[in-house]
């Protein structure tokens, strides 16, 4: 395969980016879309230019480095894969591929296709933990949790921490990210204790980096892990019950 | 490359007294900081894997001063988060005749008789708390309908001990030590260096006093002054360039720590994984991995005769071979890693091979699918074979999986005693990077126990001892000449990569060292090719020395650069691993030496003369090692033939 790509290329933060063309020629298609950027890059140093710097690690899709917009979508055209295992049987030859770096105020550009994630940690630091300090816990059996809620709270414990979410998102809002967070341990009996604490501050963590959902649809789309949206309506409604819970009343169920 | 005799004697710290009481015992006697004091302490993480997260996250509870170090953009990026099949532990939740013992005593044999009883013991021990501290943290492991935890198989085992998270384990788990680390950095007791990469040691007066970094973004290099340095920084399969770890997988941190004095463990105890996609073409960058938990319900075969083209479908049951199943009845498709590797190496190499390269076998799970129904096994499996799909194009619920043994896991690493100290006092090496618990081979669903069993709870008990010795005393201020002296030699190193000005890239010599290890030092050994690979590795170190290209700066993001530092320490592994195959003239585990083989093909020990853990002293001759040995006995467990059949 032969084909055009359309690279952004910035050296640092603060200086200004720009579009650059290589053709890249003789591509196998059963290389992966990463392994078509490393044929690239190990031409580039052979001619002396920089090689594109891109975040990558586990080539799984599972470590969450990876991540860049093909085509103006979040890791591209193949739905529920990330950047990594997309492989290059889902281009045609000859394409012109578009490749840029998250689109997102809250992720700035380090360089190239690499950008700046660290905001996703401030909202786990905010709560997205059950607090059990080491050597406090108590058999694992004692807690029985039915299966289709350790089923639902796994589905949103798949959450790779990507980004891909943020930039497909028209307003740079993480709420998939976090609302994945929340309802895996919010759906826990272990989270219950913390469940309206976490549920606030995460939330408000969440609002001073990130823009407002208002129900896009497009993270749920572009997630690699399928991600529901659902999960942001769960979010949305414990949210609410958070600001009128009465703490102190915890450990009624109702 | 020759080696000489250490006149250095290795104390391993075993505590006295009966195997089951060794760690409590052990435990009372050694001393401890009072919890006032803890945070007088200041102590280096480095890596954030499920070992380093687990070990800075509870040193941080317990009220330490802790600086956690990760080369990755997030914690959360450590490549425990790509372990997919489960965690061993001896809960007995099913009945099924399980114990701590019998956890033990698998874990001893798997590991072909070349491990620790009292590490092994305390390992199988604290699996059981593990499994617990999970829990409770919300790691969402697989549950029955009556909401009690669910198990599954894994090879090398009798019993059901396996706890998992569909295909994701790894992840799980590391996103609870990761949110328990988190919860730590918001409470300011650990403080978090992110894309910050250790470049070396400092040790001053014997003791490590601390490290020196580059900051991957500003290329900044930077000292970090504590009173104890604990490396979590996994294992070193990546010398192989093809294998399942993560792109950035490295050894520096250990082999700098080595160059500076601690000893390095068992070098060509390797692990094979049986179940990878195979290679499809010369590009390819890494190995993927398909958990060991699909040989639960699929079945591993070839066709009986070479070079048969039928596809899959066509080859009717009497032309199949399940090789596995008839040649070791009682464990079938569920013998240890090292052994179904091997076998599926006999039979590539006779031409049974399948797939368009010829390099692979067949993993079917057409009669699972028969007997359990495909919403069962895409229950248990759907995520592996929708990634087995994304990467090959065909589906395995139709056509049977094709895969092949790849370069996974270490079980050598850095020397470390019973506290999981190295032989330099003040620096501790936890998961993967030591190389206490595995021996020459590690069972499946053994690596997230270890990980988490170190982190979260033996070092954060062990390193007290140590500390307790310096109450009052500051740290080491990085002004000091010991830092300034190691900074100088990273900036050289740096500039070094940078002003050869050579015509051939990283990854370039990268790859052609790969070929030359697997080749030499891979699945099967012998004298003449680890010979032929230590005449070959050094000249092509020579080369790179000579003729690498490293563009750009030292003082911007520079991925080549990172490399570079990474592939330079692997030339001096790579050396270290061919001769610690050549000199053990035995096959143990991962380590098949062709010399040594029963008549049936299978790992021949030489207990008489091999029962021992081979520790080597760097002597500042990366040419010329020196070899200690720390003779392994068996008071409880008699070593015998591992029998699978």
């Known amino acids: 395969m032969n084909i055009t790509l359309q690279v952004w290329r910035q050296e640092s933060a603060d200086r200004p980016g720009r579009f650059v063309t290589y053709q890249v020629t003789d591509i196998e298609p059963d290389m992966s879309f990463l392994e078509m950027l490393d044929v690239l890059n190990e ?65 700035p550009v380090i360089k ?112 690699p892990k399928g991600i529901s949206i659902d999960f942001i309506a769960m979010m949305n409604r414990d949210y609410a019950k958070a600001k009128v819970k009465n703490r102190r009343l915890l450990s009624q169920s109702n | 490359m020759t080696y000489t005799i250490s006149s250095r004697q290795l104390d391993s710290k075993i505590p006295g007294g009966p195997l089951e009481d060794k760690w409590e015992n052990h435990k009372f006697s050694i001393r401890l900081v009072n919890p006032n004091n803890k945070r007088k302490f200041k102590i280096i993480v480095v890596g954030t894997g499920l070992a380093g997260a687990s070990a800075a996250a509870t040193l941080g509870e317990l009220g330490y001063n802790v ?15 790509a372990a997919q099949g489960g965690i061993n532990a001896a809960k007995n939740y099913h009945n099924d005749g399980d114990s701590v013992f019998r956890l033990f005593y698998d874990t001893i044999k798997g590991g072909d008789y070349r491990s620790r009883e009292a590490n092994v013991y305390r390992l199988a021990d604290v699996s059981l708390n593990i499994i617990d501290q999970c829990t409770a943290q919300g790691v969402p492991f697989a549950r029955e309908y009556g909401g009690y935890l669910d198990n599954r198989s894994f090879g090398g085992a009798q019993v059901s001990r396996t706890f998992y998270a569909r295909g994701q384990t790894g992840q799980q788990l590391l996103l609870g030590a990761y949110q328990a680390l988190l919860r730590q950095v918001a409470a300011g007791t650990v403080k978090l260096h992110r894309r910050t990469e250790m470049l070396d040691l400092v040790v001053k007066d014997g003791r490590a006093v601390g490290i020196v970094t580059r900051d991957l973004i500003s290329g900044e290099i930077r000292s970090h002054s504590a009173h104890a340095v604990v490396l979590a920084t996994g294992g070193y399969a990546n010398v192989f360039f093809l294998s399942t770890n993560a792109m950035a997988s490295n050894v520096t941190a250990a082999w700098r720590a080595h160059r500076r004095g601690a000893a390095f463990a068992n070098p060509c105890f390797t692990q094979i994984h049986p179940t990878c996609i195979p290679q499809s073409d010369e590009f390819q960058s890494k190995l993927t991995l398909m958990s060991e938990s699909l040989r639960n319900d699929g079945r591993i075969w070839v066709p009986k005769r070479a070079d048969d083209n039928r596809p899959p479908d066509q080859i009717p049951e009497e032309d199949r071979d399940y090789y596995l199943e008839r040649m070791y009845p009682a464990f079938g498709n569920l013998v240890p890693r090292d052994v179904a590797s091997r076998a599926a190496k006999r039979m590539v190499d006779a031409g049974k091979g ?69 032989t330099i006092p003040g620096l501790y090496a936890l998961g993967e990077a030591n190389f206490s618990d595995h021996g020459a081979n590690r069972l499946g669903a053994s690596a997230l126990m270890q990980g988490l069993a170190d982190g979260y709870f033996i070092l954060p008990y062990t390193i007290g001892d140590y500390l307790a010795d310096f109450l009052g005393d500051p740290v080491v201020p990085t002004d000091d000449p010991a830092f300034r002296e190691v900074e100088d030699e990273v900036r050289g190193r740096i500039s070094g990569y940078l002003n050869t000005g050579g015509t051939r890239s990283v990854d370039w010599f990268h790859r052609e060292l790969g070929k030359i290890l697997w080749d030499h030092c891979g699945m099967s050994r012998n004298e003449e090719g680890l010979k032929k690979a230590l005449a070959e590795i050094p000249a092509l170190y020579e080369e790179f020395k000579r003729d690498v290209r490293v563009l750009g700066t030292n003082e911007s993001l520079n991925q080549s650069l990172e490399k570079a530092g990474r592939v330079d320490d692997f030339f001096e592994l790579a050396q270290l691993m061919c001769l610690d195959a050549l000199h053990r003239e035995e096959s143990a585990g991962g380590h098949f030496r062709e010399e040594y083989q029963t008549e049936e093909g299978e790992a021949l020990r030489r207990d008489d003369l091999f029962a021992y853990v081979a520790a080597w002293e760097w002597t500042g001759n990366p040419q010329a090692p020196a070899l200690i040995k720390e003779p392994l006995e068996f008071e409880y467990v008699t070593p015998s033939t591992r029998s699978y059949k």
């Not at chain 1, 899709?61 to 049987?89: E, F, K, N, W, Y």
């Not at chain 1, 609302?179 to 913390?194: C, D, F, I, R, T």
């Open chain 1, 43 to 107: 031409r580039l140093i052979a001619q002396g230019e920089e090689p594109i710097a891109f975040d990558h690690d586990c080539r799984e899709g599972i470590c969450g480095s990876c991540g860049v917009m093909i085509d103006g979508l979040p890791h591209g055209p193949q739905l529920g894969t990330a950047t990594c295992q997309l492989h290059m049987r889902k281009f045609r030859d000859g394409d012109t591929i578009v490749v840029e770096p998250w689109r997102a105020a809250a992720f």
């Open chain 2, 354 to 422: 399948v797939g368009p390269l010829k390099n692979g076998v067949y993993l079917d799970f057409s009669h699972a699918i028969e007997r359990l129904g495909i919403d069962v096994i895409a229950d248990r499996y759907g995520n592996l074979f929708e990634m087995y799909e994304r990467i090959t194009d065909e589906n395995p619920y139709k056509v049977p999986m094709r895969i092949y043994p790849a370069p996974h896991y270490t079980m050598g690493g850095l020397w470390v005693d019973y506290n999981l100290m190295t």
């Open chain 2, 67 to 81: 600086e956690v170090f990760t080369f990755h953009d997030s914690p959360r990026r450590a490549h425990s988060i």
């Open chain 1, 112 to 223: 190239d296709l690499v950008v700046d994630r660290s905001a996703f940690d401030k909202i786990i630091e905010a709560g997205g933990y059950i607090s059990v300090d080491t050597g406090s816990a108590p058999d694992a059996n004692l807690i029985p949790v039915p299966k289709e809620v350790a089923d639902t709270a796994f589905d949103a414990a798949a959450c790779i921490g990507c980004g891909a979410c943020v930039a497909a998102c028209p307003n740079g809002a993480a709420n998939l990210f976090t609302a994945a967070k929340v309802a895996h341990l919010n759906l826990l009996p272990q989270g219950q204790a913390e469940r309206w604490r976490r549920t606030e501050a995460m939330v408000e963590t969440m609002e001073q980096y990130f823009g407002s959902c208002t129900n896009h649809g497009e993270c749920e789309k572009a997630c």
